[in-house]
């Protein structure tokens, strides 16, 4: 879990709310370009850092750090968080699970997985190719390190499912 870039990003934002406030939001709903730059130097995400992003960009906007917009669109989606008032809140869920890495790692690797709606996130809206099922099957066969199941775990692995959002 601690490796993971986007439940580090989701904990610091979560803390920022807390520490600093709500944050605020544009017209269109994209967080405010003093998060932005706030949340480029300090996710220290892999491949966008604050000199990748200003190399090709006079001022970053939520659009242009992608991470950043898929984390938002995670966020809402999870009901971590909620629109009110022109700004970004934290919800009482998530006020709940910052104290429970775990449980909130758990809730935004299934939410991400198998909930959210990847076509936004492709060139022209492809759909793609199969299922999440196959996907994490050919991980789980590639990888050396995929944890066994237990006797008292018979059965294939296969995560719960969520209502599809619409």
């Known amino acids: 879990m601690r490796h993971s870039p986007m439940l ?9 709310v807390l520490e600093k406030g709500p944050i605020g939001l544009t ?12 949340a480029a130097a300090e996710f220290d995400w892999p491949f966008y850092t604050t000199e990748d992003l200003y190399a090709v960009n006079k001022v970053l906007n939520e659009c242009d750090f ?3 917009m898929i984390m938002h669109d995670l966020l809402l ?11 970004l809140h934290m919800t009482r869920l998530a006020r709940q699970l910052r104290a429970e890495p775990a449980a909130l790692w758990s809730l935004l690797a299934q939410q991400f997985l198998f909930a959210t709606d990847h076509t936004g996130y492709t060139r022209y809206g492809d759909q793609p190719m199969g299922n999440w099922d196959i ?9 050396p390190a995929w944890p066994e199941r237990g006797p ?7 995560p719960r499912r969520r209502a599809r959002l619409a």
């Not at 580090?8 to 920022?16: E, K, S």
């Not at 989606?77 to 700004?87: E, H, I």
Request: hydrophobic letters at 40%; charged letters at 20%; glycine letters at 8%.
């Open 135 to 143: 996907f994490l099957n050919v991980i789980k066969c590639r990888s």
């Open 27 to 38: 017209a269109t709903g994209a967080l405010k370009r003093y998060f932005v730059e706030w």
């Open 8 to 16: 580090r990003a989701v904990c610091l934002t979560l803390d920022y």
């Open 77 to 87: 989606s999870a009901k971590l968080a909620g629109r009110r008032n022109g700004a």
């Open 66 to 68: 992608p991470p950043l």
């Open 152 to 158: 008292a775990q018979s059965g294939p692995v296969r």
